[in-house]
């Protein structure tokens, strides 16, 4: 770091305005050197040691649990594997009318069979190949529709225009 003399001593030796390099030694706290390490390291291990204690009664507690019967809480639930609608479908109930009634104005009998022949009778098994369609898009490699099973694009196709065919039918009513 360099200096302008200022002492009248240095400025006898030096000429007016000269510089003197001096040497600086920034002297700062170590913040790992704490006053206060002893408490702090004393807090730290009262901390853990409660930690500690917390984590052995609830060791104990699910140990008590497993010997009675009860749920094992170290296992993972078991995945559910998809299980695809039986091909006879019910009738629909009352409170399925409105299910069926889309998928009689929305979905066309021709259509209607071609989604037949795979086992597609129903709006909820179209929206459930339309999911699976969706989850193949979303995974790499990421195809393109075309490279979808024929199953899944029908399904995927058809219920991305059902919106479409909604308003032409709302038009159409108007």
Same mark, same amino acid.
Not at 8 to 25: D, V, W
Not at 38 to 44: P, Q, S, V
Not at 65 to 74: E, Q, S
């Given at each position: 770091?360099?200096?302008?003399?200022?002492?009248?001593?240095?400025?006898? #030796?030096?000429?007016? @305005?000269?510089?003197?390099? #001096?040497?600086?030694?920034?002297?700062?706290?170590?913040?790992?050197?704490? !006053?206060? *390490? =002893? $408490?702090?390291?004393?807090?730290?291990?009262?901390?853990?040691?409660?930690?500690?204690?917390? !984590?052995?009664?609830?060791?104990?507690?699910?140990? *008590?649990?497993?010997?009675? @019967? @009860? !749920? =094992?809480? #170290?296992?993972?639930?078991?995945?559910? $594997?998809? #299980?695809?609608?039986s091909a006879a479908s019910p009738a629909p109930t009352l409170l399925d009318t409105h299910v069926s009634s889309l998928w009689d104005d929305v979905v066309e009998p021709e259509v209607q069979a071609k989604l037949a022949n795979y086992k597609i009778t129903s709006m909820d098994q179209l929206q459930a190949a339309y999911e699976e369609a969706d989850v193949d898009l979303n995974r790499p490699p990421y195809p393109s529709v075309e490279r979808l099973k024929p199953r899944l694009r029908l399904a995927w196709e058809l219920y991305q225009s059902i919106p479409e065919q909604l308003a032409i039918k709302a038009r159409r009513g108007s």
């Open positions: 770091m360099l200096r302008l003399a200022a002492s009248a001593s240095a400025s006898r #030796t030096l000429k007016h @305005g000269s510089l003197i390099s #001096t040497r600086c030694i920034r002297m700062k706290n170590n913040k790992y050197l704490s !006053v206060n *390490a =002893d $408490k702090e390291e004393d807090l730290l291990l009262e901390r853990l040691q409660e930690q500690l204690k917390r !984590v052995k009664a609830r060791l104990a507690a699910e140990e *008590a649990a497993k010997k009675k @019967g @009860g !749920v =094992d809480f #170290t296992k993972r639930s078991p995945k559910l $594997k998809y #299980t695809p609608p």
